[in-house]
């Protein structure tokens, strides 16, 4: 935090962090030492002095070191005040007020988490607040990324990838030009997590007059455990209304959740998962124009 501190007082020059972690985890078992956080304030007037290397931190810490040392009773005469008032200095040069002002209006997630880590700073001390802080934002993040997740009914368009974009399916074809009866397409968009697939799938239980119904999964970007589940979940729920579920374009990655859960294991036995779209509905044609079989539950 403290370099990030430092990123935003200097223009065009960052810190890596990866490279500040290794050195801090390198330095515990070879060298003995201990890592310990930054002080941001020393930090940032070090910067507006002027510091752009290394050797700023080490005639840091020898001249505080020669204080400490030969000049610690002259020290202790200056006034707590007068401390304090440096640090209220520091404070206002290293605080940007146009970044505060764009957090406050950016979201309301991200004035929540500005005002509520300032608060605890001021009330309690800066670890609570960053964990807070941190806190806070996950969960801020967790809604925003149930929120992305949606289930959308398009039209059944034959022949059509699950890697072309929906201006396609908006052509509102249907196999050989006409119309599917009884058959319907949904597809999944966004992650499908436990923070959001409660309240994107169940509404496919309640989907009616359909004895088919494909899932197209290409979009999907996420797949956890709960998502997987409410998956099969859904699935058993419309097997036992009789609906026949067909999934298409399941994402590689994803296919280890999938069975390591066995949402979707029956489907596999049965035939009903398929790589492309064009593929499922010509099985769904099947179905609908023939006697569509009894489906577990």
């Known amino acids: 935090m403290s370099a990030t501190v ?26 003995g030492g201990i890592p310990a956080t930054a002080a941001i304030a020393r930090t940032a ?4 002095a002027g510091a ?36 209220l200095a520091t404070t206002v040069r290293m605080v940007q007020a146009g970044t505060l002002w764009a957090l406050a209006r950016a979201t309301r997630g991200d004035a929540v988490v500005l005002v509520l880590t300032f608060a605890v700073t001021v009330l309690v001390d800066l ?22 997740a949606r289930l959308e009914r398009v039209p059944a368009v034959a022949g059509v990838d699950d890697a072309v974009d929906g201006e396609l399916m908006a052509s ?35 989907v009616a007059h359909a004895r088919v119904v494909i899932l197209r999964m290409s979009r999907v970007s996420t797949l956890d455990v709960t998502g997987a589940q409410v998956l ?3 699935v058993a729920a419309l097997g036992r209304r009789g609906v026949v579920v067909l999934l298409s374009g399941v994402v590689p ?3 280890r959740v999938l069975d390591a859960v066995g949402a979707v294991d029956r489907l596999r036995r049965e035939g009903l998962v398929f790589a492309d779209v064009g593929a499922a509905l010509a099985r769904a044609r099947v179905l609908v124009g023939g006697r569509v079989p009894a489906v577990e539950a």
């Open 127 to 148: 670890v609570v607040a960053v964990a807070v802080g941190v806190g806070v934002a996950v969960v801020v993040a967790l809604r925003a990324v149930a929120g992305a």
């Open 232 to 234: 099969g979940e859904v």
């Open 253 to 255: 990655g994803h296919d």
């Open 52 to 87: 752009g290397s290394k050797l700023a931190a080490l005639s840091h810490a020898v001249v505080l070191g020669m204080v400490v040392l030969a000049a610690a009773p002259l020290v202790g005469r200056i006034p707590l005040a007068a401390l304090a008032g440096v640090l």
């Open 45 to 48: 007037v070090n910067v507006r």
């Open 172 to 206: 509102g074809g249907g196999v050989d030009g006409e119309r599917v009866a009884a058959e319907v397409v949904y597809r999944v968009d966004g992650p499908l997590v436990f923070a959001g697939a409660h309240d994107v799938l169940p509404p496919l239980v309640e």
């Open 6 to 31: 430092a990123d935003g007082m200097t223009a065009g020059r960052r810190h890596d962090p990866d490279r500040e972690l290794f050195g801090q985890g390198l330095a515990a078992p070879v060298f």
